[in-house]
């Protein structure tokens, strides 16, 4: 079951209804449980054995680790937390990558070992509440808050419908307490709500689907070379095509929650309006930026233990981050690009502090505007690895697009019309909207003018609902 369809649409409408009826609220939560567990049970039912053993695992770790005061018995406990989340998540998204590595290991020895290869199904949303529920046993561990006593309100945290397969990745303190009173949204948060799902919606099947894909799916699934105008169309329509899927993913899981009267965390904020890299991912799937920092870069030692160790720890960081999003040596490559861009940055703003003074000051500048733009250039450059099937694909992308290599046209001139039109509005709204949210951009307007682009959002999401397609981030 996906938001962009009309069988999610109803199930939603009774979920929210139950939601508002009389009962009372352990009853209400109950109803949210299950209605999380079904709408996950929707892609492949069996898997809901792994939620089960991710919530009782770091539910009765976290009460052990509060209890217990021996520091070796502590440790232990937190092994078990981490083995059984990242042993899980390591089987299933990462099993067959391991054993074609190891394969490879063994045959470059002169080894000759053919193994059966693993038919493993990656379980939906593994990834997301993988970190989730890790990032309350490590909290438990470092004694931040109390243990959670209610496996209700715990496995209901790690079960959220809004964000259960895509995030945003919420952390229990910001997620459990809102469980702990009965809440139901009032009729501003209910419109707020349905406006965001709107949007999320909108950008979902008519910008990402009906009017991006097409052209990315297209060259980087092409098996000859390309012009340098196609190339770059291709990359610069999947630039939009993942924001727009994946941001308009966020946007309904904050929307949808906020139909029942629970607030999620921001996950975007117009990242393509960026002034460098650091400042890319404060605003770029934020709950896992600032996940990696605090679970891992931070622990790593930050930028505590001087420059080297920094850019180290940098680099470390996005590889592991790169390697998150899935079992390819390109995604580890797409990291480590973030790194290096990363480590870089650090250096010349060190040296001049233009950077951070740009970022700081929060003003529309034409010399901040034209560095979001190098930025976002350089984004792009990376999105090709992330993208691409393999790396021969993605050097041929990268020969294409600086044209090293020619060839004749693919894409259609309606195609080459819609990306040089969504692209650059995309980003200009970015760089107008940066210091600011939808909602508060919204409130700032006449109720009249929301209503009608609300309409208008509406009316074309009925004509593009031929696309049905799950969202991007659902593979990782």
């Known amino acids: 079951m996906v938001f962009n369809s009309y069988t999610f649409i109803v199930f939603f409408i009774i979920i929210l209804i139950l939601h508002n009826l009389p009962f009372?609220?352990?009853?209400?939560?109950?109803?949210l449980l299950l209605?999380?567990?079904?709408?996950?049970?929707?892609?492949?039912p069996p898997f809901i054995i792994l939620l089960w053993i991710s919530t009782l695992i770091d539910y009765f770790v976290g009460i052990k680790l509060h209890q217990e005061t021996v520091k070796a018995k502590r440790k232990a406990w937190l092994f078990i937390s981490i083995a059984g989340n990242l042993g899980l998540l390591g089987f299933f998204k990462y099993g067959n990558f391991l054993l074609e590595n190891f394969t490879l290991l063994c045959q470059s020895l002169g080894l000759d070992y053919h193994p059966a290869k693993m038919d493993i199904i990656l379980p939906v949303g593994i990834s997301f509440y993988t970190f989730q529920t890790l990032s309350y046993s490590l909290d438990m561990y470092k004694r931040k808050g109390l243990p959670e006593k209610s496996l209700l309100d715990f496995s209901l945290f790690v079960t959220f419908l809004p964000q259960l397969v895509a995030g945003p990745i919420v952390r229990p303190d910001e997620l459990i307490p809102q469980f702990k009173k009965p809440v139901t949204a009032t009729k501003q948060q209910l419109l707020q709500g349905l406006l965001l799902l709107s949007l999320g919606l909108f950008m979902k099947v008519v910008m990402a689907d009906t009017m991006l894909s097409g052209a990315s799916d297209a060259v980087f699934d092409a098996a000859r070379p390309l012009p340098a105008v196609d190339a770059w169309a291709g990359v610069l329509a999947f630039s939009g095509q993942i924001f727009f899927d994946f941001a308009g993913?966020?946007?309904?899981?904050?929307?949808?929650?906020?139909?029942?009267?629970?607030f999620i965390t921001h996950n975007f904020l117009y990242p393509y309006a960026a002034i460098g890299f650091s400042d890319f991912w404060r605003r770029w799937?934020?709950?896992?930026?600032?996940w990696l920092r605090d679970y891992l870069y931070i622990p790593l030692g930050g930028n505590r233990k001087?420059?080297?160790r920094t850019y180290i720890n940098l680099m470390l960081t996005m590889l592991i981050g790169g390697l998150w999003h899935g079992a390819s040596w390109t995604f580890v490559v797409w990291g480590g690009l973030h790194g290096l861009y990363l480590g870089l940055e650090k250096f010349i703003d060190d040296k001049t502090h233009k950077i951070t003074k740009l970022v700081l000051t929060h003003k529309k500048t034409i010399t901040g505007f034209?560095?979001?733009?190098?930025?976002?250039?350089?984004?792009?450059?990376?999105?090709v690895f992330f993208r691409a099937q393999g790396f021969k694909k993605a050097w041929d992308m990268l020969k294409s697009m600086f044209g090293m290599q020619n060839g004749d046209p693919l894409l259609s001139t309606l195609a080459l019309i819609?990306?040089?039109?969504?692209?650059p509005l995309m980003v200009l709204f970015h760089w107008l909207l940066r210091?600011?949210?939808?909602?508060?951009?919204?409130?700032k307007l006449p109720w009249w003018l929301v209503g009608t682009i609300w309409a208008v959002m509406i009316l074309l999401l009925v004509w593009s609902q031929e696309s049905t397609g799950s969202f991007i981030y659902f593979q990782f």
Do not use: D
Request: proline share 0%.
């Open 35 to 44: 209605a999380s567990y079904i709408f996950y049970a929707a892609w492949n």
């Open 285 to 290: 799937h934020i709950t896992l930026s600032s």
């Open 306 to 308: 001087g420059n080297v």
């Open 370 to 383: 034209l560095y979001a733009l190098f930025t976002f250039f350089l984004v792009n450059i990376t999105w």
């Open 24 to 31: 009372t609220w352990k009853m209400k939560k109950i109803n």
């Open 435 to 443: 210091n600011t949210t939808v909602v508060q951009a919204a409130a």
């Open 249 to 262: 993913y966020s946007t309904c899981a904050i929307g949808i929650a906020l139909c029942f009267g629970f």
């Open 418 to 423: 819609k990306v040089a039109i969504v692209i």
